[in-house]
C-alpha cells in the first residue's frame, strides 16, 4: 500500500477518541508486518521505535489516530438519540451526516443519521434558523423504534460512541475529501515511510520513534512514554486554513504558533532550510486555536524541541479536503528531517 491508500484504509475505520481499539488494532499488525516490533502503551497508544546509527541522543516523530466523534447523551421518550460531542466542533458541522451507533452491551452496529429535531420545512417553521445545539440535534436510528424502550432493546445506552460516515473520496485530480484528514493523513504518511526503511533498508542516523497516539483530540495524546533520550519532538498533524491564514492544499504548512504558543525556533529554521534545500513548497503559518501532539507534551514537562507541520486541510472538523500535492510535501519533509542532524 501506498500513502494514499493508507488514507483510505485509515478512514474506514471508525476512531472517535475513547473508542479507538479497532484502528490501534490494525497499526499493531501493519507495522509488525513490516518486520518491527511496536508496543502499545497504557493509554492505547502504539509506538516502534527504529534503531539508528546514534543510539544516545533519539528523536520522536507523532500522528493522532483518534478522531472527533460523540456519545450518547440520552435516549428520548420517541427513540431518538441525543449526543455528546467529543472534541472541538459544532453540531452544524455534523447535521445531515451519517453515523454509527456503536452498541456496547452486544456489539451491534446501529446506523442512523443526525439531524435537527426540526428539519422538515413542511412543519416547523422555524426549520432554518433554530439553533443547531445539543438540545435540538438527535440522531434519527435507522430501526423500527418508536419509543425509548424500543430504542433500548436495541442495546443502545448512555455512554456509547457514535462514529460518523468519512466519505472518503479522491478525485481524478488529486484531491482528497473525506472526514478525519485529521489526523488520519499524517499516520499513513508514517506508515509508509516505516515501510520504505525496511524494503530499501534505509538506515535513521539516530533512533527514532514513530508515536500513534489516540488522544489528541481532547488534549493529551502523545504526552507521555517519552524517552529521557529524546531530543527533539515532531508532531504531524494538519495545516489549518483559513481567513489570513498562509497555509493551502498544495503545501506543507510549519506552524510557528499556534494556543500554546511558540514553537522551537530554531527547529522550525531546521524544518525551513530543509524545505528549501530540497525543493519543497511550504507555507509559514500559526494557528490560532489549536493544540498538537507536542504543545501536550510540553505541557506535561517533556524537556524537547518541538515542532509542528502538516498538509493543508481545508474545512478542518467538518467534511475535509487536501490535495496530493500537500501531502507529498509533507512526507518529503518528514523524510528528510529525520536524515537529517539534530539541531544545533
Excluded: W
Excluded at 539508528?52 to 472527533?68: Q, S, Y
Excluded at 529524546?230 to 486554513?241: H, R, S, T
Amino acid at each position: 500500500m501506498n500513502t494514499l491508500e493508507y488514507i483510505k484504509k485509515l478512514t474506514s475505520i471508525p476512531s472517535p477518541t475513547g473508542y479507538t481499539e479497532e484502528i490501534m488494532e490494525y497499526i499493531m499488525n501493519e507495522i509488525k508486518g513490516f518486520g518491527y516490533s511496536p508496543f502499545k502503551t497504557n493509554k492505547g497508544g502504539v509506538i516502534v521505535t527504529v534503531r539508528g546509527k546514534n543510539d544516545e541522543k533519539h528523536r520522536l516523530v507523532t500522528a493522532h489516530l483518534d478522531t472527533l466523534g460523540a456519545m450518547v447523551r440520552a435516549i428520548k421518550s420517541d427513540g431518538r438519540v441525543k449526543m455528546d460531542l467529543i472534541g472541538g466542533f459544532t453540531y452544524v458541522s455534523i447535521e445531515g451526516e451519517n453515523c454509527i451507533v456503536h452498541v456496547s452491551k452486544n456489539g451491534k452496529k446501529v446506523e442512523g443519521t443526525i439531524l435537527a429535531h426540526q428539519t422538515s420545512v413542511h412543519v416547523y417553521r422555524n426549520a432554518g434558523t433554530i439553533e443547531r445545539n445539543q438540545e435540538n440535534m438527535e440522531i434519527r436510528l435507522d430501526e423500527k423504534v418508536r419509543t425509548a424502550e424500543q430504542t433500548r432493546a436495541l442495546g443502545i445506552e448512555v455512554g456509547d460512541f457514535i462514529s460518523f460516515d468519512p466519505r472518503t473520496i479522491i478525485t481524478e485530480n488529486g484531491f482528497i475529501k473525506s472526514r478525519h484528514l485529521d489526523d488520519k493523513i499524517s499516520a499513513s504518511i508514517m506508515l509508509n515511510l516505516l515501510k520504505e526503511y525496511k524494503e530499501k533498508g534505509i538506515e535513521l542516523p539516530y533512533t527514532t520513534h514513530f508515536y500513534f497516539s489516540n488522544n489528541e483530540e481532547i488534549g493529551y495524546g502523545g504526552n507521555s512514554n517519552i524517552s529521557e533520550k529524546v531530543v527533539e519532538y515532531l508532531a504531524v498533524d494538519m495545516g489549518a486554513m483559513g481567513d489570513e491564514q498562509q497555509t493551502d492544499e498544495y503545501t506543507v504548512s510549519i506552524c510557528v504558533k499556534d494556543a500554546s504558543g511558540p514553537y522551537h525556533y530554531e527547529f522550525r529554521q531546521h524544518l525551513v532550510n530543509l524545505a528549501n534545500q530540497n525543493d519543497i513548497d511550504y507555507k509559514l503559518d500559526i494557528y490560532p486555536y489549536y493544540g498538537s501532539d507536542a504543545s501536550a507534551a510540553m505541557r506535561s514537562g517533556a524537556d524537547v524541541k518541538h515542532a509542528l507541520i502538516g498538509a493543508g486541510v481545508e474545512s478542518s472538523h467538518s467534511y475535509e479536503r487536501s490535495h496530493i500535492d500537500s501531502i507529498n510535501a509533507t512526507e518529503k519533509l518528514v523524510y528528510k528531517y529525520l536524515l537529517s542532524n539534530l539541531v544545533k
